[in-house]
């Protein structure tokens, strides 16, 4: 599932920009198809302050370990902490319930480094591969 309003990166992180400035950023449901079954999730500590494309984080899987990517710059404002209880909501709920950290003070210029949904879309039928 590709949601219309959201950002998306190549590294599979979405991201939902608010009118008021802040964010709320996830992994995308093709992002999940690389875990199995996550067993951790390590996030940043409030008041992070992060870089766009910065890593913020690691998600720990049955098979593998990612890094997670920063779409956008900004402080970081909260943090999920369901994901430490129910890592699984990452991926029975990516744009819900999984949702990962908010930002505040976003720089919404940044969003041109991102790609629309139907850019996404053509980029994983491609193969979706992290550059």
């Known amino acids: 599932m590709i949601l219309d309003h959201l950002k998306y990166t190549k590294t599979h992180e979405w991201v939902k920009i608010n009118r008021n400035h802040t964010a709320r950023i996830g992994i995308t ?5 690389r875990f199995n079954r996550i067993l951790f999730v390590q996030l940043p500590e409030v008041e992070n302050e992060l870089e766009q494309f910065d890593s ?3 998600i720990e899987s049955e098979k593998v370990v990612f890094e997670i990517y920063s779409p956008l710059s900004g402080k970081v404002v909260s943090v999920n902490e369901e994901l430490e ?6 991926q ?6 999984g949702w990962m950290i908010e930002l505040e003070t976003v720089n919404e210029d940044e969003a041109k480094n991102l790609m629309d949904s139907e850019e996404y879309e053509e980029y994983i039928k491609e193969g979706g591969a992290d550059e």
Not at 29 to 33: D, K, L, R, T
Not at 85 to 90: A, G, I, R, V, W
């Open 85 to 90: 209880d129910d890592p699984s909501l990452m």
């Open 29 to 33: 449901e093709y992002g999940h198809m």
């Open 56 to 58: 913020f984080g690691v």
């Open 92 to 97: 029975n709920d990516p744009y819900g319930d």
